[in-house]
Nanobody, 124 residues
Framework: VQLVESGGGSVQSGGSLRVSCVASGYTTSTYCMGWFREAPGKEREGVASIDSDGTSRYADSVKGRFTISQDNTKNTLYLSMNSLKPEDTAKYYC???????????????????WGQGTQVNVSS
């Protein structure tokens, strides 16, 4: 299993970005997938995840601004980010798990596969 992220970059506060994660070695529709982020000096935290049945969930800090989606024909997971804030600055990681669900808290140690991350910088 390999996960490769892309699409990070630098934007001003209020701007938008979309990050992508291309998966290989398995079919995205059969696994739970999600986005996590890690800022300097902070623990990795869940941003959004989607289960194999399509159930999605978001961290309170991004609800209404971020949208997780997947294109199973392209084996690709997306995170569309709008109204970005400086506190969204972090390295964003794609994650995949064989679990029946992918919680955003308390599950980081159990996630089987991670991408290498893509940096998102939001300036004020």
């Amino acid at each position: 299993v390999q996960l490769v992220e892309s699409g990070g970059g630098s934007v001003q506060s209020g701007g938008s970005l979309r990050v992508s994660c291309v998966a290989s070695g398995y079919t995205t529709s059969t696994y739970c997938m999600g986005w996590f982020r890690e800022a300097p000096g902070k623990e990795r935290e869940g941003v959004a995840s989607i289960d194999s049945d399509g159930t999605s969930r978001y961290a309170d800090s991004v609800k209404g601004r971020f949208t997780i989606s997947q294109d199973n024909t392209k084996n690709t997971l997306y995170l569309s980010m709008n109204s970005l804030k400086p506190e969204d600055t972090a390295k964003y990681y794609c994650a995949a798990s064989e679990s029946f669900t992918l919680p955003l808290t308390g599950f980081v140690p159990y996630i089987e596969w991670w991408g290498q991350g893509t940096q998102v910088n939001v300036s004020s």
